[in-house]
């Protein structure tokens, strides 16, 4: 009887009748935390992953609810991706409840995307004492597409070590990707007239902060595309963010942080600290305030009202507008939103 049944399984399982769940016809099935991450895994993974994210993609990333319905998501994960750095601290406890083994912090089923990844704004003794909401450094390195580019690769890895199979297949998708963010940032001409190993060049010289010289000295400037060509008026331009959210991405593209609106995180500003910004504005002349749009925009609307200066309403996961759908879209959705305001 035993033996019959196992054989029906095993016959109905030839057939395919017997499935476990759709995940288990070889495709490997990731979680991950925030939106952007889900994002670059399918990008990374293509028709062999399946990707979900857990946090809704307008939410504030450093605090979200878990739910029974997360716990069911991740319970037969075979890969859980969190960005780190503190952002997603809320994971740990999703992960925990998962009840589901591979998952679990030091598996190879439990990754944490931005390892590798040059963290700015290292804490220092004062800023804890203050309640830093960013004990690791700023974790919001997802705005500068040279992270991401690196974050891709830390998602390859993996995906490479769960299914070795298809290891030349993770490859190929991640250079794939790879080179379509290169030519987003730089411009698809510049990438191609530099040949193969264009993207690589143009990303070195970008970190170490001597690309338009490099360019300017093999008379390429001309040739500059992408991002970093629509974001040259945002070149020396100072903002005010409500949080610490734009600090990579103002470094990648020559913006200037002036300073929060926030003086502790998590804690509406307190008038003196509204108007030692709008002191601020006035003094060194900032025209645009950067709000995100999971925070009160009420101190950002009482500070503009008093000096002139711009609010603009900033979104920063992928899909948290519908026309922000890839994390290309969303970089793009930044620079122009950003510098229509002072055109
Ligand atoms: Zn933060």
């Known amino acids: 009887m035993r033996t019959m049944s196992g054989l029906l399984v095993l016959s109905l399982l030839a057939l395919g009748v017997v499935q476990q769940s759709p995940a288990r016809a070889g495709k490997l099935r990731i979680v991950t935390t925030l939106n952007y991450l889900r994002y670059v895994a399918q990008e990374v993974g293509g028709e062999r992953v399946t990707a979900v994210a857990l946090a809704n993609a307008k939410q504030d990333p450093h605090y979200v609810t878990p739910t029974p319905a997360m716990n069911q ?11 780190g750095l503190s952002l ?6 999703v992960v925990d409840a998962s009840g589901n083994p591979a998952i679990q912090p030091g598996n190879p089923g439990h990754l944490i995307a931005t390892i590798n990844v040059p963290v700015k704004e290292l804490p220092t003794e004062v800023s804890r004492a203050w309640g830093d909401i960013h004990p690791q450094g700023n974790p919001h390195v997802w705005l500068d597409p040279l992270n991401v580019r690196i974050i891709a690769a830390n998602i390859a890895d993996r995906l490479k070590m769960l299914d070795p199979a298809n290891t030349a297949y993770y490859q190929s998708r991640l ?11 730089f411009g698809e001409e510049l990438v191609r007239a530099l040949g193969k190993s264009g993207g690589d060049v143009l990303v070195r010289k970008s970190m170490n902060n001597e690309l338009g010289e490099w360019l300017k000295l093999r008379g390429l400037e001309g040739k500059l595309g992408g991002w970093m060509k629509e974001a040259e008026v945002l070149n020396g331009l100072k903002v005010i963010s409500y949080h610490k959210t734009y600090i990579y991405f ?4 020559g913006m200037r942080i002036d300073g929060e609106l926030e003086e502790k995180p998590g804690i509406p500003p307190p008038p003196q600290h509204r108007d030692a910004v709008v002191e601020e504005i006035k003094r060194d ?5 950067l709000n995100d749009n999971f925070y009160s925009r009420e101190a950002a609307d009482y500070v503009a009202s008093k000096t002139g200066a711009k609010v603009i309403i900033t979104y920063l996961d992928v899909g948290a507008l519908p026309e922000v759908d890839t994390y290309e879209k969303l970089i ?3 620079v122009q939103n950003i510098a229509q305001a002072v055109r």
């Open 332 to 334: 793009t959705y930044l």
């Open 175 to 185: 250079e794939q990707f790879r080179t379509r963010l290169d030519g987003a940032l």
């Open 250 to 253: 103002a470094d990648r593209f």
């Open 73 to 83: 998501l991740t319970g037969d994960a075979d890969l859980f991706i969190e960005n």
């Open 88 to 93: 997603d601290i809320w994971a740990k406890n």
């Open 285 to 289: 002349g900032i025209r645009v305030i």
